[in-house]
T-cell receptor, first 112, second 115 residues
Framework: TQLLEQSPQFLSIQEGENLTVYCNSS?????LQWYRQEPGEGPVLLVT?????EVKKLKRLTFQFGDARKDSSLHITAAQPGDTGLYLC????????????FGKGTKLSVIP | DSGVTQTPKHLITATGQRVTLRCSPR?????VYWYQQSLDQGLQFLIQ???????AKGNILERFSAQQFPDLHSELNLSSLELGDSALYFC??????????????FGPGTRLTVT
């Protein structure tokens, strides 16, 4: 069974601070996706990373896929209250099916 | 708005009952996935359909079943409901099986409460 461990589980920071969220596994994934979820709503896809070592930027968010495709990180620069939410990483094994294995998420609170 | 629709938004029912959750995928998407989200387990994959055929099964109970119809909408049937089945149920869709990634877009979910 493939598992994805996310850390930290909870993060509360002041507006303007930087933060990094980690997603680690002992398994190799063909791709990894990051989602953001608001309470009571569906996850919203932020980015997909595919190639080992790949770095993608989305405004103040920087996503990196590990060289071995077993881990990923999300870095937010100058966090804003609108960044508050649950950040989920999800991996696809690509072995015939493309179901997602999700981490438990990082709950981020950005205080004004 | 992801383009994936789910109905109903909320469902309250009693133990032992049966319910049906409905999902319409994004236009053009052939694959539908069902996930269950509970506080202690997080998001768990249940089952996947591709163009009407079951493609993969995850941690889906025998009391649960699903199908995808010719118009590509999907239904998840939950029967003999137990208190522990209370959760958010999400449907996601993707275009198909394109390596190396098949991005999934999630619907707004159905919140099921079993009393």
């Amino acid at each position: 069974t493939q598992l994805l461990e996310q850390s930290p589980q909870f993060l509360s920071i002041q507006e303007g601070e930087n933060l990094t969220v980690y997603c680690n596994s002992s398994s190799v994934f063909s791709s990894l996706q990051w989602y953001r979820q608001e309470p009571g709503e569906g996850p919203v896809l932020l980015v997909t990373v595919v190639t080992g070592g790949e770095v993608k930027k989305l405004k103040r968010l920087t996503f990196q896929f590990g060289d071995a495709r077993k881990d990923s990180s999300l870095h937010i620069t100058a966090a804003q209250p609108g960044d508050t939410g649950l950040y989920l990483c999800a991996g696809q094994s690509g072995a015939g099916s493309y179901q997602l294995t999700f981490g438990k998420g990082t709950k981020l609170s950005v205080i004004p | 708005d992801s383009g994936v629709t789910q109905t109903p938004k909320h469902l309250i029912t009693a133990t032992g009952q049966r319910v049906t959750l409905r999902c319409s995928p994004r236009s053009g998407d052939l694959s539908v996935y069902w996930y269950q989200q509970s506080l202690d387990q997080g998001l768990q994959f249940l089952i996947q359909y591709y163009n009407g055929e079951e493609r993969a099964k995850g941690n889906i109970l025998e009391r649960f079943s699903a199908q995808q119809f010719p118009d590509l909408h999907s239904e998840l049937n939950l029967s003999s409901l137990e208190l522990g089945d209370s959760a958010l149920y999400f449907c996601a869709s993707s275009v198909g099986f394109f390596r190396p990634a098949s991005e999934q877009y999630f619907g707004p979910g159905t919140r099921l409460t079993v009393t």
